[in-house]
């Protein structure tokens, strides 16, 4: 099965990447980093709304915009552009139910 997903940006680094979600509270721009961890190969994956006044990433905010399986998909697809293991921690069972059938779909 093909996901749809939205289209994003990166760095020259493949760490940061950028799109915007479109749905039903408009346009929210989302911001995914990866950060290298202490075990060798393996990175930690930052994901959330993009703060415009702190200028970092909100993990915490829960913006309803509809469009969740297509936000999820576009996160999945950055991990196959950086080619890599990635430690994905600090879901809640809901998102970490959404993902594996992201990830199911993506097969």
């Not at 995914?32 to 961890?37: A, D, Q, V």
């Amino acid at each position: 099965m093909k996901l749809e997903k939205y289209f994003y940006s990166t760095d020259e680094t493949l760490f940061l990447y950028e799109f915007t979600s479109r749905g039903r509270n408009g346009e929210i721009k989302k911001v995914i980093e990866y950060s290298k961890m202490n075990i060798e190969n393996f990175y930690n994956l930052a994901f959330g709304d993009y703060d415009e006044i702190s200028g970092e990433i909100n993990d915490q905010k829960i913006t309803n915009n509809g469009d969740s399986l297509v936000v999820l998909a576009t996160v999945a697809s950055t991990v196959y552009a950086l080619q890599t293991n990635i430690l994905i921690l600090g879901f809640s069972l809901e998102e970490a139910q959404m993902l594996e059938h992201v990830c199911i779909a993506w097969e």
